[in-house]
């Protein structure tokens, strides 16, 4: 027999946890953050851009430290985190250093700012 639906009652997703998701969401607020360096960057405002990296770093600095102390360290979230740091201080320090300096330079400009992110 079919029971009525209780409304008010929500069911609770086993396995998941505010606790564990912390971590992980302090990493997507630094990948963010990254992003955002790379808008800035676009837009010409290199000192909000560098701001953004120094944001990242700090939220790229809590999120393992809380993820242990925490103990929910996870596979996904070392994988989250090594994306993160690649946007973060790989590519937009990349983009930023060839659109502020560089680009005058043309491809060779465009073939050092690869050479830092790799």
Same mark, same amino acid.
């Given at each position: 027999?079919?029971?009525?639906?209780?409304?008010?009652?929500?069911r609770?997703?086993?396995?998941?946890?505010?606790?564990?998701?912390?971590?992980?969401?302090?990493?997507?607020?630094?990948?963010?953050?990254?992003?955002?360096?790379?808008?800035?960057?676009i837009?010409?405002?290199?000192?909000s851009?560098?701001?953004?990296?120094?944001?990242? !770093? %700090?939220?790229? =600095?809590l999120?393992?430290? /809380?993820?242990?102390?925490?103990?929910?360290? &996870?596979?996904?979230? +070392?994988?989250l985190?090594s994306?993160?740091?690649f946007?973060?201080? !790989? %590519?937009?320090? =990349?983009?930023?250093?060839? /659109?502020?300096?560089?680009?005058?330079?043309? &491809?060779?400009?465009? +073939?050092?700012?690869?050479?830092?992110?790799?």
């Amino acid at each position: 027999m079919l029971r009525p639906r209780r409304f008010g009652k929500s069911r609770r997703i086993s396995g998941l946890s505010i606790n564990r998701m912390i971590p992980n969401i302090l990493t997507l607020l630094a990948l963010c953050a990254g992003m955002t360096a790379i808008r800035f960057a676009i837009n010409g405002k290199f000192e909000s851009s560098v701001i953004a990296i120094i944001v990242a !770093g %700090v939220f790229d =600095g809590l999120d393992g430290r /809380i993820a242990r102390l925490l103990k929910s360290t &996870s596979p996904f979230g +070392a994988q989250l985190d090594s994306l993160s740091d690649f946007v973060c201080f !790989g %590519v937009a320090p =990349g983009i930023m250093l060839y /659109i502020w300096t560089m680009s005058q330079l043309s &491809s060779f400009g465009w +073939a050092l700012s690869l050479l830092y992110a790799i």
